[in-house]
């Protein structure tokens, strides 16, 4: 079946520009993760999702950063006022549920150019 | 704090080799430890945890508490293994990644 997917796959944008980056994740999936990983990181944890609600937004840098997953499938990353610092390329995940027992699924990312 | 720490970022070696990917961790609860491996121009997918206690392709990792380790083993690496190597820890059900270790087997 499908995996994740994401897209776009590519997003150049300028200092200060609004992006948005959207997920679609496996279909079933109820938990739905997003990361971001710098050149040279590990993927670092941005928010997780359980159904519709964000259950944990702690990673998230400050608050330029918002995700939304209004009906519990789909989910958009939204980035306002861009800085070069957003560089990176975002990853999503989901799995069956919630919890460590369940794994994660990724997608193949979408990589943010802020020039 | 959680942290997870690979110390190399890179390790070469030759087919047939021995190979030991170093992972160390910081957690004050139980935590659950994960490999995930990326190869060329694919996405991060979950290689083994350390609750399964499986072999995977011919690696191995066994958690050692007393040195919060949980190193990556193969006993004779395969050229098809050059990868990118993630060392993860789950605490409070999202994961916290080290920075990686690219492996390199050259035949």
């Known amino acids: 079946g499908a995996g994740v997917s994401q897209t776009p796959s590519n997003k150049v944008t300028e200092k200060g520009k609004y992006v948005e980056l959207r997920c679609d994740p496996i279909s079933g999936h109820t938990a739905l993760y997003w990361y971001r990983q710098s050149l040279g990181q590990g993927p670092e944890f941005l928010i997780y999702?359980?159904?519709?609600?964000?259950?944990?937004d702690s990673g998230l840098p400050n608050d330029r950063f918002f995700a939304v997953r209004p009906e519990g499938s789909v989910s958009t990353l939204k980035i306002q006022r861009t800085e070069r610092g957003d560089s990176a390329v975002y990853l999503c995940?989901?799995?069956?549920?919630f919890g460590t027992g369940y794994e994660q699924f990724f997608g193949p990312g979408t990589r943010l150019t802020v020039l | 704090a959680q942290r997870v720490t690979q110390p190399e970022k890179l390790l070469s070696v030759f087919k047939g080799a021995p190979v030991e990917l170093k992972c160390n961790y910081s957690?004050?609860?139980?935590?659950?430890l994960f490999w995930y491996v990326q190869y060329s121009r694919q996405r991060l997918q979950l290689l083994l945890r350390h609750i399964s206690r499986e072999s995977i392709k011919g690696f191995t990792a066994d958690l050692n508490k007393g040195e919060t380790s949980f190193h990556l083993k193969k006993p004779f690496a395969q050229e098809e293994d050059s990868a990118m190597y993630y060392c993860?820890?789950?605490?409070?059900?999202?994961?916290?990644f080290g920075t990686g270790t690219r492996l390199l087997v050259s035949p």
């Open positions: 957690y004050s609860g139980s935590p659950e």
């Open positions: 995940a989901s799995s069956l549920s």
């Open positions: 993860a820890l789950s605490g409070f059900q999202k994961l916290v």
């Open positions: 999702f359980q159904g519709t609600g964000a259950a944990d």
